[in-house]
Each structure stands twice: as C-alpha cells, then as structure tokens.
C-alpha cells in the first residue's frame, strides 16, 4: 500500500466453547511492557517445519503464528520479536509464552498497539536449543481517516495437495500484493486415491497424508501439517499476511449447517467432526476473531477499501437444494416444487445475524470500494435449461460409467450450438425469431445451486442494504476464473464480481470430461457460457492460478494470473492473461 525493547504483560483468552465449536485462542501481547529478552549466537533454523506466517493485519495490530516440532518435550517456551528492519536491531516487541500438545504445539499471538501502515520483520527462537524460525515480513494497515492512493490483493482458494503442486503460492509470495486473501478450501479431506489424484499424484509426492479420510482431531492435525509443510505454502506465508476464511473441505465436501454431502452416519457425528475440524483450523489459521464459529469480520485500508469477510458455509447455511429430488417418475422435472422451494424467503445463507452485522458495517463505512470476501459466486449463472438437464445427463454418465457417452457429447454439443445461434439472433434483434425459438434461451435455471444462486431471496437481502453503493464481490469455490455482473430482481446493476480459479484443484473441464478434449473445445465450451448466460462476462474452465485486484480512487483492476503447470517441480510459470477495468 502507498500512502525498545520493553516489559510486556500477556492476557491469555480462555478457551471458550460457543455452539459447540472449539476455537483455540489466540494469545494477546498488549502495549504494556515485556521482559528484556537477550539472543545468544548462533542460532540455527531448525524444528519450525511449519515455517511462520501472519494473519488479519489491522491498522494497530497483527497475528503472527508459528508451530514447534516439539520431540518429546510436554511444553515448549519460545520466544519471539517483531521489528521494523531484518536484522533486528530495531525490536519494537518482544516476548515469550509456551505452547504444548493441547494446541498441537502452534503459538498465535494478537500484537497489539503497533504503528499503523508499517511493514514489519518477525521471528520466533528456542533460546535452550539455540533453534531460530526463518523471518516473516507482515504489515499494519493504515489508518480508516488516512487517505490511500493503491491497494494491491492477491485473492485464491481451492489448494488440493493431491492434485498438483503449489506453484500459485510461490507466484503470489514473489508479487508485488500487499496482502493475500484466502478464500477456503485451504485443505481437502480426502483419502488417497479420490477426488483431485491424478496421473501425477504419485510421481510427485503428493499423496495425501494421513492416507484415509480425515475425521477425528489427529487427522485434521496431520493434514494441515502436511500442508504447511509444502515449501511454496511457507514462503507464502512467510512473505505475505493472510487474511482468510474457510470453505467446505476445511470440515467436508458441501457442508452446510447441521451436515456435507461428504459425511456419513457411518463416520460418527457430523457436530464432533465439524467441532474438532474448526479447533485444528483456528489452531493453524488463527483469526482475530479467536472466539467462536463466527468469523465475518472487517479490515479497513484507509479511506479506499472497506473489505468484509463473511461464512457462507458453517454459520447459517440451510442444505442445499438438490434438482435430482425434483424429478417425478417420468423423468420431467417438476418445475413449480422447485421454483416454490428455491425462492422460499427464509432459506439462509448467512443468516440474520451476519446480515444485520454486514448492513451496518456497510451503511458506516465511508471508504471508496465496498468488498465482499466471501466464497462462492454471486453473479447469476442462469443457463438455457435445455443446456443444464444435457450437462447434468453428462455428469451422471461420468459419475457412473467413468465416461460420458459419446452419443451425450454429441447431443450435447448440438443443443449448446442450436442455443448459442438463437441466442445471437435474439441479441441482433431478428424480427423472424419464434415464440419457440426466444423459449428455449429464455427458459434458464440456476447452473450451481451451491452458490448464491440455490438463495436468491437472501442474496436480495444483501442488495437491498446497499443503498446505492456499489460493491465488489471476491469468490473462490469453483476452481475457475469468471467475472460477472451483479445484478439484482429488477435487473439494476448494483456491482461486479470477480472469482479466482484454484491453486490446484481441478475445474469444470474435469467435471464435463472435455480436460483431455484440447485447448479449441475448452475455448468453444468458454464461448458458450458467456454467451446464453447474461450476466457473465468472461470465465476460464482449464488453467490454475490466482486473482490479483488493484484498487485506486477511480478504478479496480482485475488480472488473472494462471501456471503454465502445475506439475513441474521448482515452479512453473505464471501468466497474466486476462484484464480486466471497472469503475464506478
């Protein structure tokens, strides 16, 4: 962004049980004094395998976090430093606590009362073993009243171990973003073998870890500590502050409220797994938060870009709507149950709490760019019906048979070609179009009723509460690129979205099964899309990589960046290939 060593008391949060989630706390250094604290050489870089990182920059504060791999040592001192240069000769901060197993030996601490709009350096040390973390870099934010000419955030989600390497964290830790904006899905709970494997899995080294599904506290431990052991993910972190929020596979597939689509009666309670999946998140992505399940929170960059973190997942989320539950015996869709359901004005997807909290924050604040962090696509991605029931016939067959048919491709490439000439015509204004012809683009149903889609009422909810200001929406989720329009009932423009692709994950060309087809049915199928539906002005369904968003006083500036590979070792190249420009 443009724009001494002391005593020091440290208050330790309780550890507080809200709902039934347990959230490990975050240790406050506050601004009174700390103990003088003296580092003999050498130290050597030794037993923090997990590197450091830093999470939710404020304009006074900052959380820095490491783990200690502790051997058999029941509890551990460490100590740490921040300081304003890298060689720590200007140590503004300074302390030490202990960790031990009941943390799975992670330290997180809330450093309170810094200088605001400041870059930092920080690290942590064991002075008994002369053992030394690398040095993180980390930042505060300015001050709400100080006037700020650019804000640069790095902006991706959907980073699945199995499916390749994490190339897109080295790029983002080697660009020039101020902080980087996570948005879930930061690890996948799968068994070896399942979903994100692929022909590379193996020769890579990328085999999950532990090899089953992961359900209990251990198994979540273990995962993010194979996680944060990739030396890609650490440098991200090492170099960048996070601020992030969690998705669905941080518990499992397709949560929602009270249960996911990946978890059976068979693997005991879904409340204890999603209880102890959230205590190892809290535990290796501290928020500031630090209390409970509810993790919406704000981050002000000066007086440009009011940002707004917000759970559409575990907080309020009602299930998910299901269009194989609206099939009647002869295989028609029973459209008037679905529409009666699907617009029902009490479906939740952030509940009412989190909604009011959203409206006020956003009717206070004063800065330029109003922005959502949130995690699946808000823009409408309304598609020719015909389209979707030809789509899902394919996902079905791929489901069962390994494959779709062809005879299915080619069905559904003459729809998607007859759909798309209509649809051209109908844009041009041609006066012979019939009745028939405008029903067949016209008629459109929701493509992802996991996203806001399958909860428009509440999505109105959110438009209502802007009263004129615009906002900017940031989504992961999909594992690819796309930018739309906001558009609310009335079809009044009320924002703009942009959508990252995934850090590994694979996309929509792997749902379809065209990801071996080549590069001119990918680009053909992209075409389709942005065509039949309204509100989507560009998307990309094959390439991994992130979003980088520029904010001035009169635009924002969406680039995605994608990896020529994600499966070449020391890193594959990434490319800027699309820009995008909006203001307002």
């Not at 130290?43 to 404020?58: E, H, K, R, Y």
């Not at 790095?154 to 980073?159: D, E, G, L, P």
């Not at 993790?295 to 002000?300: E, G, K, Q």
Request: charge should be negative.
């Amino acid at each position: 962004m443009e724009s001494k060593s002391s005593r020091r008391s440290f208050l330790k949060n309780s550890l507080l049980v809200t709902g039934g989630i347990l959230i490990t706390p975050t240790f406050i250094s506050c601004s009174e004094e700390d103990p003088e604290i003296q580092i003999a050489p050498p130290l050597q870089l030794a037993n923090f395998n997990q590197g450091v990182a830093s999470f939710d920059p404020t304009a006074s504060s900052v959380i820095i976090w490491t783990r200690y791999t502790a051997g058999t040592a029941a509890v551990v001192k460490l100590f740490w430093e921040i300081s304003t240069d890298i060689d720590f000769k200007q140590i503004v901060r300074q302390g030490n606590l202990e960790t031990d197993a009941s943390r799975d030996y992670t330290l997180a601490i809330e450093v309170q009362d810094l200088p605001s709009n400041q870059a930092f350096y920080y690290r942590f040390y064991n002075p008994l073993t002369q053992e030394v973390s690398v040095i993180g870099e980390t930042i505060t934010l300015p001050l709400q009243s100080e006037a700020v000419s650019q804000l640069k955030l790095a902006v991706c989600s959907c980073a699945n171990y199995a499916a390749g390497l994490f190339t897109v964290y080295a790029a983002m830790a080697n660009s020039d973003v101020d902080v980087i904006i996570h948005l879930g899905d930061y690890i996948y709970e799968y068994a070896v073998g399942e979903y994100g494997t692929n022909s590379h899995t193996a020769s890579l080294g990328r085999e999950h870890a532990p090899k089953h599904e992961i359900i209990t506290l251990a198994d979540y431990r273990n995962r993010y500590k194979q996680y944060r052991g990739d030396a890609d993910l650490k440098l991200a972190h090492q170099k960048k502050p996070f601020i992030t929020v969690w998705d669905d596979h941080e518990i499992a597939n397709d949560t929602y409220k009270s249960g996911a689509e990946n978890h059976q009666t068979t693997e005991g309670s879904f409340a204890v797994r999603k209880q102890v999946a959230l205590q190892a998140y809290s535990e290796y992505i501290p928020l500031k938060t630090g209390k409970d399940s509810r993790i919406n929170r704000d981050f002000h960059f000066g007086n440009l870009v009011s940002l707004y973190m917000l759970d559409t997942r575990v907080i309020a989320r009602d299930k998910q709507l299901n269009y194989g539950d609206y099939f009647t015996a002869n295989g028609s869709l029973d459209a008037v149950s679905f529409q009666k359901d699907l617009f029902r004005t009490d479906r939740q997807l952030l509940g009412m709490e989190q909604l009011s909290w959203l409206g006020s924050k956003i009717s206070s604040s004063n800065a330029k760019w109003q922005v959502l962090g949130q995690q699946v696509l808000m823009t409408k991605m309304l598609m020719p019906a015909e389209l979707l029931l030809t789509m899902t016939t394919i996902l079905a067959e791929i489901d069962a048979l390994g494959s779709a048919r062809p005879e299915t491709f080619q069905q559904f490439q003459k729809v998607a070609s007859e759909l798309v000439a209509i649809k051209l015509r109908v844009l041009a204004k041609d006066p012979s179009l019939t009745p028939a012809e405008k029903a067949r683009v016209s008629t459109v149903m929701p493509y992802n009723l996991d996203a806001w889609d399958g909860y428009p009422a509440e999505r109105e909810k959110v438009y209502a509460m802007l009263n004129g200001k615009k906002i900017v929406a940031l989504a992961g989720d999909t594992h690819n690129g796309w930018k739309g329009k906001l558009k609310d009932a009335s079809n009044n423009t009320v924002g703009v979205e942009f959508a990252t692709s995934s850090v590994t994950s694979p996309g929509l060309e792997t749902y379809l099964g065209i990801g071996d087809a080549g590069a001119s049915m990918i680009a053909n199928f992209q075409d389709i899309l942005t065509i039949l539906i309204d509100d989507l002005d560009y998307t990309d369904l094959s390439k991994r990589g992130y979003l980088k968003t520029t904010f001035t006083s009169s635009e924002v500036k969406a680039e995605w960046f994608y990896a020529s590979s994600v499966f070449v070792p020391n890193g594959g190249v990434l490319n800027l290939e699309k820009t995008v420009v909006e203001s307002f």
